[in-house]
C-alpha cells in the first residue's frame, strides 16, 4: 500500500520560510508527477507547484518567484521551498503523487497546515 506522508509545516511570520517534504513509501514501480496542492478555509484547493519525473516544473502565478518545488527521486521525496511568505499563502498544503503501484493513479497525503502571521 502507498502512503504520502509530509512533513514542516507551521507558523511563520511574514517574510518568512517554510520547507515541506513528501516522502512516498510502499510498493511503488514509478512516480510521475509530484505536486503540491493548498486549500485555504472557504477556498476550493488548489495547485501550488508541481513537478515530473525528469524535471520539469509547473508554478501556480500567486507564487512564483517565491516557492520552489524540487524532487529526489532516489528517496520518492518531493519538496517545497516556501520564501516571502504571505498571509493569503496560509493553508492546509497537500502533497499529491501519481504512482504506479502498479496501476497508475493519484495518491495524497494528510496535509500539513501552514500558518502565516504575526
Known amino acids: 500500500q502507498v502512503q504520502l506522508v509530509e512533513s514542516g509545516g507551521g507558523l511563520v511570520q511574514p517574510g518568512g520560510s517554510l520547507r515541506l517534504s513528501c516522502a512516498a513509501s510502499g510498493s511503488i514501480f514509478r512516480i510521475n508527477v509530484m505536486g503540491w496542492y493548498r486549500q485555504a478555509p472557504g477556498k476550493q484547493r488548489e495547485l501550488v507547484a508541481a513537478?515530473?519525473?525528469?524535471?520539469?516544473?509547473n508554478y501556480a502565478d500567486s507564487v512564483k518567484g517565491r516557492f520552489t518545488i524540487s524532487r529526489d527521486n532516489a528517496k520518492n521525496t518531493v519538496y517545497l521551498q516556501m520564501n516571502s511568505l504571505k498571509p493569503e499563502d496560509t493553508a492546509v498544503y497537500y502533497c499529491?503523487?501519481?504512482?504506479?503501484?502498479?496501476?497508475?493513479?493519484?495518491?495524497w497525503g494528510q496535509g500539513t497546515q501552514v500558518t502565516v502571521s504575526s
Open positions: 513537478i515530473t519525473s525528469g524535471g520539469s516544473t
Open positions: 499529491n503523487a501519481n504512482i504506479w503501484a502498479p496501476i497508475p493513479r493519484d495518491y
